[in-house]
């Protein structure tokens, strides 16, 4: 390796290092002061750094925050892909997916209660349906997607068209349960995901069924209601800005 490459080496190293100070010591401020009360020179003095070095790493709390979710789904892909190539039938690749989601996020419980309070406000760019919370969003559906090209399962063209995306939302679903559930070791929320998931994989089993194409094409049609009223409310948030 040259001088300058090495040089260079050392020196993205030590940047990746202080980006994750910077969000590690934001987690733990939005925990203890909440998000609204956390501001980035506070976030830059207790990290021991210039209020100007942590802005060069993120230009704002909300960047701090996207970055959270870029890293808990990095965590849960990292636990999930090995996972999925020993699953071949839809239940047992859905049921890893959403077992996996909740351990990998579990270190991150009490701050997500505390997140909660401000990412529920449907004009909050930190909320999920959000307009910077979309390339995380983007490649969360994307997962939900493999696990359905990798499932031996028969599923009309128009509902797996959507199905990455309601799957989603129903992750989304159990993520919110988990924030409230207060049971030892969550246990009510593995039991809800074990018994969701099995009902999702005989409703989606059902599908092609020709009986089941009129109830198949009301509940596409609600998805596609879905999908505008959160675009509207979106556009909404940005008029406001």
């Not at 976030?43 to 100007?52: P, T, W, Y």
């Not at 704002?60 to 990292?78: D, G, M, N, P, W």
């Not at 999920?128 to 997607?145: C, K, N, T, Y």
């Not at 049609?221 to 675009?231: S, T």
Request: aromatic fraction near 8%; charged fraction near 25%.
């Amino acid at each position: 390796m040259s001088a300058m490459r090495k040089k260079k080496s050392v020196k993205t190293q030590k940047g990746d290092q202080t980006k994750s100070l910077i969000l590690e010591t934001a987690l733990e401020m939005f925990h203890e002061r909440g998000y609204e009360q956390t501001t980035m020179r506070a976030i830059a003095e207790k990290a021991s750094l210039s209020l100007g070095n942590a802005y060069y790493y993120f230009s704002s709390k909300e960047h701090l925050i996207q970055a959270f979710y870029r890293r808990t789904h990095e965590q849960h892909l990292v636990a999930v892909i090995p996972a999925l190539e020993k699953q071949q039938t839809l239940k047992g690749r859905l049921l890893a997916v959403m077992r996996l989601k909740i351990e990998t996020i579990e270190p991150y419980y009490e701050f997500a209660g505390a997140l909660f309070k401000t990412a529920a406000n449907p004009g909050s760019p930190l909320n999920p349906f959000s307009d910077g919370s979309d390339p995380v969003r983007q490649q969360s559906i994307e997962l939900f997607a493999q696990v359905l090209d990798g499932a031996k399962v028969r599923i009309p063209k128009d509902l797996r068209a959507e199905l990455p995306y309601l799957l989603w939302v129903y992750h989304m679903g159990i993520i919110l349960f988990w924030i409230h559930d207060k049971s030892p070791k969550h246990r009510r929320t593995y039991r809800l995901v074990d018994h969701t998931v099995d009902l999702l994989d005989k409703l989606i089993s059902l599908a092609s069924n020709p009986f089941m194409r009129p109830i198949r094409k009301q509940a596409l049609k609600l998805v596609e209601e879905l999908k505008d009223a959160a675009a509207d409310l979106e556009t909404q948030n940005e008029g406001e800005k």
